[in-house]
């Protein structure tokens, strides 16, 4: 049976929701040394505590008033994906290197070449990533990590954590929930990745805040590695299709005008088959992982496990009030 994290009652919200975030940000700093030391769990751990950073401040922003939250938001934004390409570019070389004993011989020396190009790449981005990222170092430290003393919870400290957890994870449940027919549309590769961003949400959500529930929201959380890893590998698997795509339609018009058929081509081409052909099984292992979340009940589990719905109504209405307040002072301030 499970508990309510309404029940439990812990510090004032404010003083909780800063210590979240300056934890989240003392997580950021420890791994910045070896996230620009050539060092790819570092980079991959920089990005996933970059993410939480930016998730927290997502759960956040609608329920208090900080001045630094939208560019907090822009500087992560830009750090995850400078990380982002950098994870993306070491998945592909590394697809190539396990494919290139399996390929036919004479595509031997092109699918070399094309694995050179790509490391030189990869090179490139990383030379780069100090110069994208500082910037967002030096604002988070400088700026919003010292000013959040001035943040203020707009409902008020009459509304706990405890509330504004069960309106956050309830609010991700819905989001996760709504994308979850993209697993019906295979060919919607977009669609399928906002339901992965949507599960990453309500993962961490219920992570973050397992320590106000009384049952074990950490164990529900778990219950998304499934579908979130099997999503990844068709996540993975379509970003090569994208990445020969976009070599190949580089690389075309060059091909059309001499008829000059390099081995780097005839690589690429045979690499797209190759990696086409195996995508129709990691869409059936990803619908395969829905279906069973969804005959589990893992949603109405997860609703049983927060608070009467009275109650997350409730904060939600303040919420609305509160913003609708917010826009109407903000017009007349412009009147």
């Not at 529930?213 to 979130?228: I, Q, W």
């Given at each position: ?20 975030l ?11 040394a ?33 001045e ?9 934004g ?58 967002t ?23 706990t ?13 819905d ?37 106000y ?21 068709l ?12 070599w190949l ?20 081409v ?19 992982a ?46």
């Open positions: 049976m499970f508990g309510s994290i309404y029940s439990l009652s812990r510090h004032t919200p404010a003083n909780e929701i800063r210590s979240i300056r934890e989240h940000f003392a997580c950021i700093r420890l791994q910045r070896d996230a620009f030391s050539d060092s790819t769990q570092g980079r991959r751990e920089l990005r996933n505590s970059a993410r939480k950073l930016l998730y927290a401040i997502e759960y956040f922003k609608p329920l208090v008033d900080y630094h939250f939208d560019k907090a938001q822009g500087s992560l830009v750090m995850i994906q400078a990380l982002g390409e950098i994870c993306d570019e070491e998945i592909f070389i590394k697809s190539l290197t396990k494919i290139e004993p399996e390929a036919p011989l004479g595509l031997l020396v092109g699918i070399k070449r094309l694995i050179e190009e790509r490391k030189s790449y990869l090179a490139s981005l990383v030379d780069n990533l100090a110069s994208l990222c500082d910037p170092f030096q604002f988070l430290e400088a700026t919003f990590l010292t000013g959040l003393d001035a943040l203020q919870l707009i409902l008020g400290e009459s509304v954590l405890n509330q504004i957890a069960c309106q956050i994870i309830s609010g991700c449940l989001d996760m929930t709504s994308a979850s027919t993209a697993l019906y549309r295979p060919s919607k590769t977009r669609t399928s990745h906002r339901l992965r961003i949507s599960l990453r949400k309500l993962r961490y959500a219920l992570a973050l805040f397992s320590s529930s009384e049952t074990d929201l950490r164990a529900l959380s778990t219950e998304l590695n499934a579908l979130h890893i099997t999503l990844g590998k996540r993975d698997c379509d970003l090569k299709l994208n990445t020969l795509g976009d339609t580089e690389h075309h018009a060059q091909i059309h005008t001499r008829a000059d058929m390099t081995s780097e081509w005839q690589a690429a045979w690499l797209m088959a190759d990696i086409f052909e195996g995508r129709p099984k990691r869409y059936r292992n990803a619908l395969a829905g279906q069973d979340l969804l005959a589990s009940a893992f949603a109405s589990r997860v609703a049983n496990a927060l608070v009467l719905p009275s109650v997350v109504e409730e904060v939600r209405t303040q919420i609305a009030d509160s913003s609708r307040l917010a826009i109407r002072t903000n017009q007349e301030l412009r009147t």
